[in-house]
C-alpha cells in the first residue's frame, strides 16, 4: 500500500483519498480481495452509489463477476466497531438492490463472509470465495 502523510493511494479509483480508519480497512480489504483471493481490481467498486428507499447510499466495496453483475457487497468498519447484528443488517438493506449472493463484513481484524440464500431469507457464514480466474 502506497501511504504519503494523510493519504492512501486507492487503487480501484486509481487516486490518492484520505486515510481515515475506515478507509485503512477498506484498503486492507481491497489488498487481500486481490492479492490474496485474486479479485481483480478491475471487478470491485469503491464507495458504489446505490439507491434504497428514494435515498442515496454508498456501499464501501461492491465485487463485480465476470459476467460484470454484483456479486459480493463488501462493508467495512473502522477497527473498534463491532461487527454486529447492525452491520449485518446494513448490508442485507444494500441487497435489496443489489441481489447478490455474498456479504463481507469486516472491521480489520474480523472478517465474516456470509452467503445469501435469498429463496429461504437466510445467511450461512460461509469461507471467503476465491473469484473464478
Not at 43 to 55: K, R
Not at 75 to 98: I, P
Request: aromatic residues 6%; charged residues 30%; contains cysteine.
Amino acid at each position: 500500500m502506497k501511504i504519503d502523510g494523510d493519504k492512501i493511494f486507492d487503487p480501484v479509483r486509481r487516486r490518492w483519498v484520505r486515510l481515515t480508519p475506515e478507509e485503512w480497512v477498506r484498503q486492507q480489504t481491497i489488498e487481500m480481495l486481490h492479492e490474496r483471493y485474486g479479485y481483480p481490481l478491475e471487478l470491485m467498486q469503491v464507495e458504489a452509489a446505490i439507491t434504497l428507499n428514494g435515498l442515496t447510499k454508498r456501499c464501501d466495496i461492491v465485487v463485480y463477476g465476470r459476467d460484470v453483475k454484483p456479486w459480493m457487497i463488501v462493508e467495512c468498519k473502522k477497527e473498534g466497531v463491532a461487527l454486529s447484528q447492525k452491520v449485518v443488517d446494513q448490508a442485507c438493506r444494500y441487497n435489496l438492490v443489489l441481489k447478490v449472493p455474498y456479504l463481507l463484513l469486516t472491521n480489520g481484524k474480523q472478517i465474516i463472509c456470509l452467503l445469501v440464500n435469498a429463496e429461504e431469507g437466510k445467511l450461512r457464514v460461509v469461507a471467503i470465495p476465491e473469484h473464478a480466474v
